[in-house]
Every structure is written in structure tokens, then in C-alpha cells.
């Protein structure tokens, strides 16, 4: 692994080592401060340069998904419909495609990134997704795609940049901005600030290839905007739960992937 990894920044394979310790708890602060912990260079650029040529090869294979995230879906999870529809426009591949032979495979499948992740969302045990699919997959953002601002069903979320758009593109959140954690009277408000770019707390994440992101997307409204000119933008996503046994509902595989199997 230390092909791929950066353990001089990133000493990781000994969990038990003061340097790891002291990584994890610096991690973890970040975490709590911003919502969001950006880890630059984690990945060595001539491992990052492999990941997005095996990238591109999968993604000849990719399922190029458009739809409108419906206001109303909100409801169930939000206690009420926002007002607009948000755009989802990507290319996605699922596990089952991607081969012990690629990198990806084998950064997800190596027991002490699984313990990493762990050590800093601070649960233990946990487990990589059961979910062959969507339990690891790489995506693309071509000129015009974008992910329209949500909410993800569940918080830390693992991204790996492989690969940047020059213009757009660009990973923009607002933290703690979800129902529950604000007064009812302004919810509405607060997330058509949001949406319409005039939230005074955004912030925007532009990172460079080989970037491991962990995020809060549970309780932060967030989005991916439009990418406007090439390269295509294209992220590796890693999913882990504290259960082992965890997969993605149907309608999000059927949505990301054309198929359920």
C-alpha cells in the first residue's frame, strides 16, 4: 500500500503508532469544526494518475444517469417539500465492475483504511458496505452534469478525487443547514439561501486529484456544480455503516446504476 498511500503524510498502517493517534485526533477536531475533513495528497499522484486510467476504462461501461430529485421526496425525511427540484446529472460504475486489479479495489478492501475511517468518525467496529454495488463506485461529471443540492442518508461520506473539471465542478456545502437543527420559521429560508448561492456560511471545496474527503452529508445541504469545461470531474465514493450487513435501497441503485443487480 505504500504505493498508493502517502504514509509519510499519512502514517496509517499502524494504528497503534503515536503519529497515527495523533492524526486521527487532529482528524477528528477538523471534523467537528467544519463539517468536513480534507486530507490533500493522500493518495501518491502516480497512484492517483493509475486510479483515474482505470477510471476511464470503467466508466466506458458507466450507466449516465439524469433525472430531477422531486421536492416532495423531501417530506418523508425532512418534515416538509422544499421548494424546487434539484438536477442530477452523472455517470456512475458500480463495485461489481471494479477488479481486485485496480487500485480502488484494493485501497477499499484493505482493512486498515476501514479502521481509519473508523478511528475518525469515531465508531468501532465498522465495516466497508455489504453492498456490491454501490458500496464502492466511481463517477464522472461531464461539461453540463452537476448533483443538485441534498442531503445524504447517511453521514460520513468518503470521497477520493481522481480527477478535477478545469471550471466547475466545484463541492459546495453549508453545515448543520438541515431541518431539526434550525428554528422551523426558517428553514424554508435558510435553504433557498442555500440554493440560491447567498448563504453566508457556504463554503467551497476545490480539491486537487489524490484528496480523501470525509463529510458530514447527513445533517449539511451540499452539491456538486455544473461542470463547465474539461476534463471531466471524476470521484471515486467508499461507503462503510456500523453494520456489516448494510446495502443502498433499490430505487438509489436502480437511480445511479440502470439496475438493481
Not at 418523508?76 to 446529472?89: E, H, I, N, Q, Y
Not at 468518503?158 to 463541492?171: D, E, I, K
Not at 448561492?197 to 467551497?204: A, C, K, M, S, T
Request: proline share 6%.
Amino acid at each position: 500500500m505504500e504505493r498508493i498511500v502517502d504514509f509519510d503524510r499519512y502514517p496509517i498502517a499502524d494504528p497503534d503508532a503515536p503519529d497515527a493517534q495523533a492524526l486521527v485526533a487532529r482528524g477528528r477536531r477538523e471534523l467537528d469544526d467544519n463539517g468536513c475533513l480534507v486530507l490533500a495528497g493522500f493518495i501518491r499522484p502516480e497512484a492517483v494518475a493509475t486510479m483515474a486510467a482505470q477510471g476511464e476504462t470503467l466508466l466506458g461501461d458507466g450507466f449516465h444517469n439524469c433525472f430531477n430529485r422531486n421536492r416532495e421526496i423531501a417530506r418523508s425525511s425532512l418534515c416538509f417539500a422544499w421548494k424546487r427540484d434539484t438536477r442530477v446529472a452523472m455517470t456512475s460504475v458500480g463495485g461489481d465492475r471494479i477488479g481486485d486489479e485496480t487500485l480502488l479495489r484494493q485501497l477499499y478492501d484493505w482493512d486498515p483504511m476501514t479502521d481509519f475511517i473508523g478511528a475518525l468518525l469515531g465508531r468501532d467496529p465498522y465495516y466497508r458496505s455489504a453492498d456490491p454495488l454501490a458500496g464502492l463506485m466511481v463517477t464522472s461529471q461531464d461539461i453540463g452534469d452537476e448533483l443538485g443540492w441534498h442531503y445524504d442518508g447517511n453521514d460520513g461520506v468518503v470521497t477520493l478525487n481522481l480527477q478535477r473539471a478545469s471550471t466547475g465542478g466545484r463541492f459546495e456545502y453549508v453545515r448543520n443547514c438541515r431541518p431539526g437543527n434550525m428554528e422551523p420559521d426558517i428553514q424554508h429560508d435558510a435553504i433557498d439561501a442555500v440554493m440560491d448561492g447567498e448563504h453566508p456560511e457556504l463554503r467551497v471545496i476545490d480539491q486537487e486529484p489524490g484528496t480523501l474527503v470525509l463529510f458530514n452529508g447527513y445533517r449539511s445541504l451540499h452539491r456538486v456544480s455544473p461542470v463547465e469545461a474539461g476534463p471531466r470531474r471524476m470521484m471515486a465514493l467508499l461507503s462503510y455503516d456500523a453494520r456489516p450487513d448494510f446495502w443502498f435501497r433499490p430505487d438509489i441503485r436502480i437511480d445511479y446504476f440502470g439496475r438493481d443487480a
